[in-house]
Structures are given as C-alpha cells and as structure tokens.
C-alpha cells in the first residue's frame, strides 16, 4: 500500500503520544516503501535534520532488523551495539542519540512502518516505555486498518471520490453539532446530517445512541481514539467508552467490523 498525506498525520500523532506516555525527548518514524524499505518521514523533538528522509533498508540498523523480526527491539548504547549492524551510525551520532528502541506498526501480518523513541545518555529503557511506545503503535494500525476498509467498502460500492467525501462531510457534522449551544440550529444541522444517510434507515435491531454514532463516525473516517476525542471534545477513555458499547451493540470484535456493520445498519453512509 502507498501511504499518503493522512498516514502521515497518523505517524505525526503516534510520535507525540509515545513521548508523551514515556517521557523520551525524541521520537521518529516512517511507513514501508517499495523495496523493503522505509523512509524516516517523520521526527518530534529532534535537533537536527540528520535523520529526515532517511531510508531504511530492511535488516540494517535498529529500524531494519524490527522489520525482519516484526517484533520491538532496544539497543542500550546504538554506536557499539553488536546486536545491529550500523549503516546508520553517522546520522544517528550527528542527532546524538545513544539509547534506542524500535516497533513495527503491523498491518495485516505485514510491518508497514517503524517508530522510534530514543534517549541522547545510554540508559536502559525499562518494560513500561517499550509498551507505551507498542501502544502507539497500535493506534496507528488501527487507523490504517480503518483507512484501507474504507477504501475497499468504497471501491465495492461503486461510488469512489463522491462516497468518501459523503462519509467525511457526516464524520464532520456530527463532530460539530455537540458544539452548537443553539438547540434550533443543532437540530437543523442534525436533520442536514442525516440527509447523507438518507438511503438507508437505521435497523430496530441495532439502537446506538448519537454519542455512539458520533465515535463510529470519526473512527469510519480513520481517526484515532486520541484524534476522535479532540474533535468531540471528550477524554480518549469516554471515546473507547462508546466504541465498546457500539461495538458490543453491532457483535463486532474490531474497530473496522463496527464501522461495517454500522453502515448495513444503516446508522453511517
């Protein structure tokens, strides 16, 4: 799969939530290109430009060897490590990084990118930033989970471009209507919102609440738990809240099962 502009985005927050959550200065990060290799698009908190662009090729350095492993990998010391080989070396000295590690962002049992957190003094990064730093990752494969069943519910149903924009207008809409105070003008905008699922009527079967609807609707468009709570305005916690609740209300096991059987129930477009 190509990445684009919005797998970028994913990267970008990905990076920011794992120095976050591990408290590491920096952090960095790219998606597979053809080849076997990988292309460092992405950098937070670095002080030079040394590793923009980089490319990566699979089974050197730290990023290469997580390829071929599809599994994190830490160096305690990048420079004189033997467990990588060091094609690397000169960037990585020039940005002074000494403590490394490395997680795939796995899709489909494919590695489809790499992120990176790193220390500039060589200390042991203990268990809990490697599994902060897993997380993040896991919140970039799912948004590209989403992303690609998207596009494939897109291409089945015929309607390409004009669908996609459809489902991103209704993703918005519903983001903006908890922010009206106006109950008239919310109304309004909720009537307009439901005109872009007018050719299918919610089943009795299936009743989500417009919270509930709100969620699935940011996570149809590829957003990330973090990203759909900045859009509604509520904790990342109160958006897993509702997808679980969705989730268990649809029978679905995955973000993208939800997003599926919401849309055949008539509740997304």
């Known amino acids: 799969m190509t990445a684009d502009a919005s797998d970028a985005v994913e990267i970008r927050n990905a990076l920011l939530r ?10 960095f990060g790219g998606l597979m290109e053809a080849g076997q290799r990988m292309r460092i698009s992405e ?30 990998c830490v160096v305690t010391d990048y420079s004189v490590s033997r467990q990588i080989s060091h094609e690397y070396d000169a960037p990585v000295a020039v940005e002074g990084l000494r403590s490394v590690l ?34 993040a990752a896991r919140d970039v494969e799912r948004a590209l989970v989403v992303r690609e069943e998207a596009r494939t519910l897109a291409a089945e149903d015929g309607a390409g471009a004009g669908r996609e924009q459809v489902r991103e207008a ?13 109950p008239e003008l919310r109304a309004e905008l909720l009537d307009a919102c439901a005109l872009l ?15 509930e609807v709100d969620v ?26 509702y997808l679980r609740s969705a989730m268990r209300k649809l029978r679905a096991r995955t973000r993208g099962e939800a997003v599926v059987a919401a849309r055949r129930a008539g509740w997304l477009p």
């Not at 937070?44 to 089974?59: D, P, Y």
């Not at 009527?201 to 609440?209: M, Y």
């Open 102 to 135: 490395a997680v795939p962002v796995i899709v489909r049992h494919s590695v489809r990118g790499v992120l990176y957190g790193a220390l500039r003094t060589a200390l042991p990064l203990g268990g809990r930033m490697l599994d902060e730093a897993v997380e």
């Open 170 to 182: 209704h993703a918005a809409l519903r983001a903006l209507a908890p922010k009206i105070a106006d």
């Open 43 to 72: 950098l937070s908190g670095t002080e030079t430009h040394a590793l923009r662009s980089l490319v990566v090729t699979s089974g050197n350095g730290l990023g290469g060897k997580t390829v071929v492993l599809a599994r994190p």
């Open 197 to 211: 699922t007018a050719d299918a009527t919610p089943s009795d079967r299936v009743r989500l609440t417009p919270r």
């Open 216 to 241: 699935l609707a940011c996570v149809a468009s590829g957003a990330t738990n973090a990203v759909a709570a900045e859009r509604l305005g509520v904790t990342p916690e109160t958006v897993k809240g």
């Open 18 to 27: 794992l120095r976050r959550a591990t408290g590491l200065p920096v952090a």
